[in-house]
């Protein structure tokens, strides 16, 4: 135990470790936020899918040799966030099948892209990275790290502001919308500040593993609490807590950061799993 | 006093599912639209509540009537069965209209809420799940939260489906209460004949026949009788 501390503490003087942690932190933050909602709206796969179109975006972009991928990756992953949560239910193709269809069409063209024109010598390795977030959280600069807790700033913010406001659109979008809110408005904000996490996401899991932070721990609060209030605090802790364990297990044990996250995550949402039957009795 | 009107309607998404609709409401009227299923109940609905455009003809509000003061009951969804949410919160939303960019409820919202729970007798169930509650009990907290949003006119759209036959008639005393005690205008898809015919000063019928009039009316025309034939309701026969 005293073996592990000295390790952490020795870490701890490496910048790229703090900036990692605080990254990581709020990135899972606002994830959780996301996540009661989209789970309840029935969206719980729009993680994966607008990250498999990031992913694209990024193939795109990097053989174009952009300077900064990020306002191509940005734009292209709001437009599709907009598409998919305003689509709708009137929509010839229904949100469940559009989304496999981004998803995976995204997917298969960024790897093709990539495959055709990428002038880098370890084509699986970048993949692998993209896709698992394998070590490109070890390598944020500075200045990453201050775009991200400005954007995280912005989306808590945002969300305290139109937790009411959400919470109508979530419960009943119909009636909200008879009743006089805004309901395509809010939902086009959401979509945007999806898109803005999920490409903000990405560094820290990677791709594939996005779906976790958004799903888990909503997943997990539901199990315990029954006021939308509630839950919606303790996945936002639930989740900081699991991202912070996570990065500090994967330092220690040299896993990768991204999967030793999503595996906190499951043993929380197992165990809240188990309180929240053992309450019910 | 005329409080919606209904001019030369055609409803629909790509082909139109009725044509030359015309009615209106009255304040104080009791409502009750009938018809088979994919008749365009919903769909009329959704179109006076703006949800919706309709594809010819327009629905005009009376004095003092604005689109957003009316009270909506609609279907529940599947998501709401499992929502995580207080009968509290929920009840609070009705008042989200009202709102505007203001981030958080007033004192006259909370207020309201409190007293719309009373009105439907949930008051002391305020703290608890909104999904622990039983099918009726749903249904009141909902009608909860479609009185905080107006006072006047409310819409439901088949408000007993699902419920057993205790809850519906306390469903359905607890509208009648509404309209004859609080003097509200209540428009309700139905397809409970019985029910509408008992409780509902006007019917509107959609179908082959578009029928609109009073109850007494509805049972002596072609379409009512027709449509309660099919019923096997005893109403067709001493008519």
């Not at chain 1, 220690?252 to 039957?277: D, H, K, R, S, Y």
Request: net charge neutral; with cysteine.
């Amino acid at each position: 135990m005293g073996m592990m501390l000295e390790k952490l503490v020795a870490y701890w003087a490496y910048p790229f470790v703090r900036y990692a942690l605080a990254v990581g932190v709020l990135v899972a933050l606002c994830a959780a936020l996301l996540g009661v909602t989209l789970v309840l709206k029935r969206f719980s796969f729009i993680g994966d899918g607008l990250s498999h179109v990031a992913f694209g975006a990024m193939a795109v972009a990097s053989v174009l040799n952009l300077a900064s991928d990020m306002p191509l990756v940005m734009g292209v992953t709001v437009l599709c966030a907009v598409f998919l949560l305003g689509a709708g239910e009137n929509s010839k193709i229904k949100g469940d099948a559009a989304m496999a269809m981004f998803s995976v069409g995204a997917l298969a063209v960024g790897y093709l892209v990539m495959n055709l024109f990428s002038v880098s010598s370890n084509l699986a390795g970048d993949v692998c990275t993209t896709l698992f977030g394998a070590t490109s959280i070890l390598t944020l600069s500075k200045s990453d790290v201050w775009m991200c807790v400005i954007l995280s700033a912005l989306v808590v913010l945002l969300y305290v502001f139109f937790y009411h406001k959400i919470f109508a659109i979530t419960f009943d979008e119909s009636f909200a919308s008879a009743t006089g809110t805004n309901a395509k408005r809010y939902n086009l904000i959401l979509a945007v500040v999806t898109a803005v996490v999920i490409v903000m996401a990405m560094n820290l899991v990677g791709s594939l593993l996005i779906s976790a932070l958004v799903i888990f721990p909503a997943m997990s609060a539901m199990r315990l609490f029954h006021s939308f209030k509630a839950v919606t605090i303790f996945s936002a802790g639930l989740s900081v807590f699991c991202a912070a364990a996570g990065i500090v297990v994967s330092i220690l044990a040299g896993t990768p950061v991204g999967a030793t996250i999503v595996t906190v995550e499951i043993i929380t949402f197992v165990l809240c799993w188990g309180i929240g039957l053992a309450g019910r009795r | 006093m005329i409080q919606i009107n209904c001019q030369g309607l055609a409803l629909g998404y790509d082909a139109a599912l009725v044509r030359g609709l015309n009615f209106s409401v009255s304040a104080g009227d009791y409502l009750c639209i009938l018809g088979e299923n994919g008749s365009g109940k919903s769909t009329l609905m959704k179109t006076i509540l703006g949800l919706q455009s309709p594809l010819e003809g327009r629905v005009s509000w009376g004095e003092g009537v604005k689109a957003q003061e009316i009270g909506y009951l609609p279907q529940q969804t599947q998501a709401q069965r499992d929502f995580p949410a207080t009968v509290w919160e929920v009840t609070l939303s009705g008042c989200q209209g009202k709102c505007g960019l203001r981030p958080f409820y007033n004192k006259t919202e909370k207020e309201k809420a409190r007293l719309s729970l009373r009105r439907m007798d949930m008051e002391h169930f305020a703290d608890r799940c909104y999904r622990e509650l039983s099918g009726g009990q749903q249904q009141r907290v909902l009608l909860a939260r479609a009185l905080c949003a107006a006072s006047k006119i409310l819409l439901l759209d088949e408000p007993v489906s699902g419920l057993d036959p205790a809850a519906c008639r306390d469903m359905y005393e607890m509208i009648d209460s509404l309209n004859k005690k609080d003097g509200m205008t209540i428009l309700m898809i139905s397809h409970d004949m019985e029910a509408a015919l008992h409780y509902a000063s006007h019917i509107l019928y959609l179908g082959e026949q578009v029928f609109f009039g009073t109850c007494k009316e509805f049972v002596r025309s072609v379409p009512g009788r027709r449509y309660l034939k099919q019923k096997g309701e005893p109403y067709g026969n001493d008519a």
